[in-house]
C-alpha cells in the first residue's frame, strides 16, 4: 500500500512534505548514516482531535559524512522499515546545527503535523507507534532509514464536562455532580459519548493548592456521569479521566461551590 505524496521542499532544502498516512518505498538503501537523541513529542503521548490539526515537537542528532538532498526527518511509523506507514501530514525540519562538522555530526529540531481530517486518517490510527529516523534521498540514490527503538502513542482526544450543584447549598446538605466524558472519533470527526470509563470525581477546597480524589464514577451508555457527595465546606468540584492506551487523559474545568452553616442572624422589625 503506497500513500505517499511529495508536495514540496521546506526549510533550506531540510524537510520535504507528505500527505496522509505515507509508506516508505521497498529496497532502500541503507548504511553510513546514525540518528542519536531522538526526543517525539518528549516522550509524552501524541493527543489528537477531530479538527485541529496537531504540531509535534521533536529533536535528534545526525551523524554521516554522505551528502544527502533533502534533510533527515524523524516520525512515527508501523509495519517493516522497508514498506511502513507513516503518520504525517507534513514535517518541517531545521537547518543543521553543526556539532562536528569534520565528523558530519549535527543536531536538528523538527515539527510534524498531523491533520485528523486527513482521508487516510481514522480510528484504527490509535494505539502504539515506533520512531523511525530517516535520509530520504542521498546524493548519487538511495536513502537510509532507522528504527530508534522508541514506542509512542498516539491516541484520541477526550473531552469531560462538569456541573455541581446547588451553587449555595447549607453545610451537610447534597451537592449533586454531574457531566460526561466524550471521545474523538476520526472516523465522523465528532465527539462521541464515552461508556463505562472510570472517572474520579475531584474536589479542591477554597484556598487549597491542589485537587483530592473523593470517589470514581463509571460512565453511563452515552458518557453521562452523575454522582452525590456531602457538602462539607466551600470549595471547587471536576471531573478527571486518566486515559488509556488509545485515548487522552483529561480533566474538566471547575465548578465552585459555596457551602455555608445555615446559621443566619435574624434582626427584630422596629
Same mark, same amino acid.
Given at each position: 500500500m503506497t500513500k505517499t505524496m511529495w508536495n514540496a521542499v521546506v526549510a533550506a532544502g531540510a524537510a520535504a512534505l507528505f500527505v496522509g498516512v505515507a509508506a516508505v518505498p521497498a529496497g532502500a538503501a541503507e548504511g553510513g548514516v546514525s540518528f542519536? /537523541?531522538?526526543?517525539?513529542?518528549?516522550?509524552?503521548? $501524541? %493527543?489528537?482531535?477531530?479538527?485541529?490539526? %496537531?504540531?509535534?515537537?521533536? *529533536?535528534?542528532?545526525? &551523524? +554521516? @559524512?554522505?551528502k544527502y538532498e533533502y534533510g533527515p526527518t524523524v516520525f512515527p511509523y508501523r509495519g517493516k522499515l522497508d514498506n511502513t506507514e507513516t503518520l504525517q501530514s507534513a514535517i518541517i525540519t531545521s537547518d543543521c546545527h553543526v556539532v562536528d562538522k569534520a565528523k558530519g555530526i549535527c543536531d536538528f529540531e523538527e515539527w510534524v503535523y498531523i491533520d485528523p /481530517? !486527513?482521508?487516510?486518517?481514522? !480510528?484504527?490510527?490509535?494505539? @502504539?507507534?515506533?520512531?523511525? #529516523?530517516? $535520509?530520504?534521498?542521498?546524493?548519487? =540514490?538511495?536513502?537510509? $532509514?532507522?528504527?530508534?527503538?522508541?514506542?509512542?502513542?498516539?491516541?484520541? #482526544?477526550?473531552?469531560?464536562t462538569v456541573n455541581a450543584a446547588p451553587e449555595s447549598v447549607v453545610k451537610g446538605r447534597t451537592i449533586t455532580v454531574t457531566g460526561k466524558v466524550t471521545r474523538a472519533n476520526w472516523d465522523t470527526h465528532t465527539y462521541q459519548g464515552y461508556a463505562g470509563r472510570t472517572v474520579s470525581?475531584?474536589?479542591? #477546597?477554597? =484556598?487549597?493548592?491542589?485537587? *483530592? *480524589?473523593?470517589?470514581?464514577v463509571t460512565s453511563g451508555? &452515552?458518557?453521562?456521569? !452523575? +454522582? &452525590?457527595? @456531602? #457538602?462539607?465546606?466551600? =470549595? +471547587?468540584? /471536576?471531573?478527571?479521566?486518566? =486515559?488509556?492506551? &488509545?485515548?487522552?487523559a483529561k480533566a474538566s474545568t471547575g465548578d465552585h461551590v459555596i457551602v455555608w452553616s445555615g446559621v443566619r442572624v435574624m434582626h427584630a422589625a422596629r
Open positions: 542519536s /537523541r531522538v526526543s517525539l513529542n518528549a516522550g509524552k503521548p $501524541i %493527543v489528537i482531535g477531530v479538527q485541529e490539526e %496537531v504540531e509535534v515537537h521533536a *529533536t535528534f542528532r545526525m &551523524t +554521516t @559524512t554522505l /481530517r !486527513n482521508l487516510d486518517f481514522g !480510528n484504527e490510527d490509535a494505539g @502504539t507507534w515506533r520512531t523511525a #529516523a530517516r $535520509i530520504a534521498i542521498l546524493v548519487g =540514490g538511495g536513502s537510509d $532509514i532507522d528504527d530508534m527503538n522508541i514506542p509512542v502513542q498516539v491516541q484520541r #482526544a477526550t473531552r469531560v470525581l475531584q474536589f479542591k #477546597a477554597d =484556598g487549597a493548592s491542589s485537587y *483530592t *480524589t473523593v470517589k470514581k451508555s &452515552t458518557g453521562s456521569l !452523575n +454522582t &452525590t457527595v @456531602t #457538602a462539607a465546606k466551600s =470549595g +471547587t468540584w /471536576r471531573w478527571k479521566y486518566y =486515559g488509556n492506551d &488509545t485515548s487522552g
